[in-house]
């Protein structure tokens, strides 16, 4: 049986695992073998998108420096700022590029919304 909770616990959060209960850990690596192909991908996939949460969530909590380079990138070149926030190529990036080679504060503005979070 798919059971994504207790192994993403397992996967994402190895230190409470290893302070708190190895051995449900062991149980869910062991779960996850016994999972068909297709139960497989899907969780996969969820773990994925759950660590994507977390790292955004860590992201956020940036130092100072860190954003203030952002920004100053965003201003200079706005879809590489939104790129170096994302740490991917996103829809975000491609409507930042979009916007900003029609026309450059469009672009700008958006991009800046992007890296300060309000988007």
Known sequence: MYQPAKAVVAVAHPEKTETADKKSAK????????????????????LRKKLKKELKKKRRGASDLDTTLIII???????LGVYLYEDDITTRFWISLILTLLFYFPGLIYSLLVVLGAI
């Open 27 to 46: 149980e869910a690596v062991k779960a996850y073998k016994e999972l068909s192909r297709k139960e497989r991908r899907a969780f996969r996939k969820d």
């Open 73 to 79: 990138i965003t201003i200079l070149i706005p879809p």
